[in-house]
């Protein structure tokens, strides 16, 4: 209990803490960028075969429906349209790096995910009914990472693969009418990154996209679940990586 309960401080928080984050890893990487090119900082480190570090991440998610033929039915003719919007939270993970030859990694990330997606039912008569559905995730990315040849400090590479997730707490009504979904998710990840090196780490900011393959529509039997025949995740998260 006390372990939920700081999760959901974190998470009530989560916006004072991403302003945090992002205005001190911005500071961080401006200052230490002044010397990127001075030296070749850790010149022996891509020799490593196994390297670990942490990750903090912000996040962008929505989520992709599809409608049933039941909303074109007389029961939903006053359901106008259901829009899902763009909400933001953020990660944390670690990671486990394994180096498979000098341009190929294989990368396993695992994280804790704060997510609070949101979906607005319109009606004929101008009423709104928004849904927002809050949850906290533990995911699991497996990844293969390409990389370029290294220049000085600095290395670009992409990575792809797959992300299963699995709920770790949410909050959920006891009514049932509400939009439900399921307790767990999976993903497909490609993006892409920057190795820049420092005398005492590694530091790797990176863009990634993830579109969900399964169908997370919970409940399809209760009167915000009959409309909707899917539902997909779209993600758009921004990493910070310190190795």
Not at 87 to 112: A, H, K, M
Not at 168 to 185: F, M, P, Q, R
Not at 229 to 235: A, D, P, Q
Request: charged share 20%; hydrophobic share 35%; proline share 4%.
């Amino acid at each position: 209990m006390q372990v939920t309960h700081f999760w959901h401080k974190l998470y009530l928080h989560r916006h004072k803490i991403v302003f945090a984050l992002a205005l001190l890893v911005c500071t961080f990487t401006a200052e230490a960028q002044k010397n990127t090119w001075v030296q070749k900082n850790n010149p022996n480190y891509d020799n490593k075969k196994l390297t670990y570090g942490f990750l903090i991440a912000l996040h962008s998610a929505i989520y992709q429906v599809q409608y049933s033929d039941k909303f074109v039915t007389h029961p939903f003719d006053t359901v106008h349209s259901i829009n899902p919007s763009w909400t933001s939270g953020f990660s944390l993970g670690f990671i486990v790096n394994y180096r498979l030859t000098e341009y190929l990694d294989v990368r396993l990330t695992p994280q804790v995910a704060f997510y609070e997606q949101r979906v607005q039912y319109r009606y004929t008569d101008e009423r709104i009914d928004n849904q927002r559905i809050e949850s906290t995730m533990v995911e699991f990315p497996m990844l293969l990472k390409y990389k370029s040849e290294r220049r000085g400090n600095i290395r670009m590479y992409m990575v792809g693969g797959v992300k299963p997730a699995i709920e770790a707490s949410g909050k959920k009504s006891d009514s049932g009418e509400t939009l439900e979904v399921t307790n767990s998710n999976m993903s497909l990840e490609a993006g892409f990154g920057f190795d820049l090196y420092y005398p005492l780490f590694k530091f790797s900011p990176e863009l990634r996209f993830s579109r969900g393959i399964v169908n997370v529509l919970g409940n399809p039997n209760n009167v915000y679940g009959q409309p909707l025949h899917r539902m997909n995740t779209n993600t758009i998260t921004l990493y910070f990586m310190f190795q």
